[in-house]
């Protein structure tokens, strides 16, 4: 009998690893979305809205995590060339090959069920959408993760895609402003590339890295880091946008931005930085001050706008 239920333990730990429940903290920029509709377009905060974002955050993580199965039993061939993840358990032969495929499979349809049913019909379009960039990333003859800069393109995709489940969520019925789900498509790059960064510099080995991840044999640690360069210039370029045209208080979000940035990047190139493990950032108090401050300080800009264009009317 303890044998039994040491081996279940196991075996729960090793899909746990699989279909990472850990990593759906991701999810929470879907309530990005959400934010935004209430500040800036006049979106009501109600019980309704608040049990339909409830329910979209568990059908995007449910989503999340079919695609984190299907990456996982196809990446599997590939974990092995990894100094860590030939220990995952797919790669390593513990866990059946089609009960994740099964569970993957159970994991969208029921997602989607999900969103069709008690969700608003954009909503539900956008985990679909979900579902079907995770297919693309991963699946051939498309598998984008092996496309040199597509990987980081496609898989950012994703953001923008959470923040439109958000949006929707709360009851909106016109699809957001391109600005804000490019800056959010471009911030999703610059954590991409940073990952890819992190995860090239832990290889250590480009010959060993192009055997892990086909998108590393066009890779070097220069153009990954003027990538990410760029990809934060687009964000900034966003932000101004989103400042001019639809609150300008946001500028006051600019220092947290900067320095959060800053920081991140420093993370990334520490020689085993938790960048190429997202989920590692939980364990820094950094990452909650900076999300502490960025609710601030999108508190007080909305308190502060209309203070703030009225100077600017002024001086106009």
Known sequence: MTDNIQHFKVKSVDYSKVFRPAHWFKNLFMLIGSATAIILFKGEISLENIKLTVIAFICTSIAASANYGINELLDSEYDKFHPTKKDRPLASDRISRKSVLIASIIFAVVSGLFGYFFLPIGAFYAIISLLVMG??????????????????????????????????????????????????????????????????????????????????????????????????????????????????????????????????????????????????????????????????????????????????????
Not at 262 to 285: C, G, R, V
Request: hydrophobic letters at 55%; one cysteine or more; charged letters at 20%.
């Open 135 to 316: 297919f693309f990333y991963n699946v051939r003859p498309f598998r984008t993760k092996e496309l040199p800069y597509l990987d980081v393109i496609s898989e950012s995709i994703n953001n923008p895609i959470r923040f439109i489940i958000g949006w929707y969520a709360v009851q909106i019925t016109f699809f957001p402003p391109a600005s804000f789900l490019i800056a959010l498509w471009a911030f999703g790059a610059f954590l991409m590339a940073c990952k890819r960064l992190a995860e090239y510099r832990f290889i250590d080995n480009p010959e060993l890295a192009a055997l892990y991840r086909k998108s590393f044999k066009h890779y070097t640690q220069e153009k990954l880091i003027i990538s990410i360069i760029g990809y934060v210039s687009m964000v900034s370029f966003s932000i101004a946008v989103i400042c001019i045209k639809y609150s300008i208080s946001i500028v006051l979000a600019i220092p947290v931005f900067i320095a959060a940035i800053i920081w991140y990047f420093q993370l990334t190139m520490k020689k085993d930085s938790p960048a190429k493990e997202p989920e590692k950032l939980l364990k820094h108090k950094e990452f909650y001050i900076f999300t502490i401050l960025t609710i601030l300080v999108f508190v007080l800009a909305k308190i502060l706008n209309p203070h703030l264009e009225f100077l600017l009317r002024i001086w106009g």
